[in-house]
């Protein structure tokens, strides 16, 4: 319910208060993912997953369409089959939801 009261101070009317919602939302965003690719006991599957999930935030805020699978295969060096990045974007989104909720925003 936090959350959802977070997204409720969104108000298209008014776009100061939307930046400065933006930045806190950048914040949250940003330490959840230090506090998976800067903690030692971050899994490889999770680091990894956090760092596919980004390649699709930084094309979705660049305004590209499409992040190519097999472009990240290869820089990721990902050998397994055609749906595993699906699933390593799903798993970096239950991360974030489980910082969400460890942080309170979620019940």
Same mark, same amino acid.
């Given at each position: +319910?936090?959350? =959802?009261?977070? %997204?409720?101070? /969104? !108000? !298209?009317?008014?776009?100061?208060? *939307? &930046?400065?919602?933006?930045?806190? @939302?950048?914040? @949250?965003?940003?330490?959840?993912?230090?506090?998976?690719? &800067?903690?030692?006991?971050?899994?490889?599957?999770? +680091?990894?997953?956090?760092?596919? /999930?980004?390649?699709?935030?930084?094309?979705?805020?660049?305004? =590209? +369409?499409?992040?190519?699978?097999? *472009?990240? $295969? +290869?820089? #990721?060096?990902?050998? &397994?089959?055609? *749906?595993?990045?699906?699933?390593?974007? &799903?798993?970096? $989104?239950?991360?974030? @939801?489980? $910082? %969400?909720? =460890?942080?309170? #925003?979620? !019940?």
């Amino acid at each position: +319910k936090a959350l =959802e009261s977070l %997204l409720n101070l /969104w !108000d !298209d009317e008014n776009p100061v208060e *939307n &930046d400065i919602l933006a930045k806190e @939302l950048q914040q @949250l965003l940003m330490s959840f993912v230090s506090s998976i690719l &800067d903690a030692p006991h971050s899994s490889d599957k999770d +680091k990894l997953a956090v760092r596919i /999930w980004l390649e699709y935030v930084r094309a979705n805020y660049n305004g =590209e +369409k499409k992040v190519s699978r097999e *472009n990240l $295969k +290869k820089k #990721y060096n990902i050998k &397994d089959g055609h *749906n595993e990045i699906p699933r390593l974007r &799903d798993h970096a $989104k239950f991360l974030f @939801l489980e $910082k %969400l909720r =460890e942080l309170g #925003y979620l !019940d």
